[in-house]
């Protein structure tokens, strides 16, 4: 399963990870960035999801059935 995370860092700025856990423990992280203003961080978040979206297949396959 993953997951985004969000936290301050040291500097003050919000950085976003994209973390992976089986059975309960975090096995693997992947920082995306850290940002200062609410647009870079919208930004971080919608770079995240792609991560996480990346493996998923769609339910439908809409190019499949254009002609």
Do not use: P
Request: hydrophobic share 35%; net charge positive; with cysteine.
């Amino acid at each position: 399963m993953a997951y985004i995370r969000k936290f301050t860092t040291g500097s003050g700025a919000t950085g976003v990870q994209v973390c992976y856990k089986e059975h309960g423990k975090v096995v693997k992280t992947v920082h995306v960035g850290s940002a200062t203003t609410e647009k870079g961080i919208k930004k971080l978040l919608r770079e995240a999801q792609g991560i996480i979206d990346e493996g998923k297949n769609t339910l439908f396959n809409i190019d499949r059935f254009s002609d």
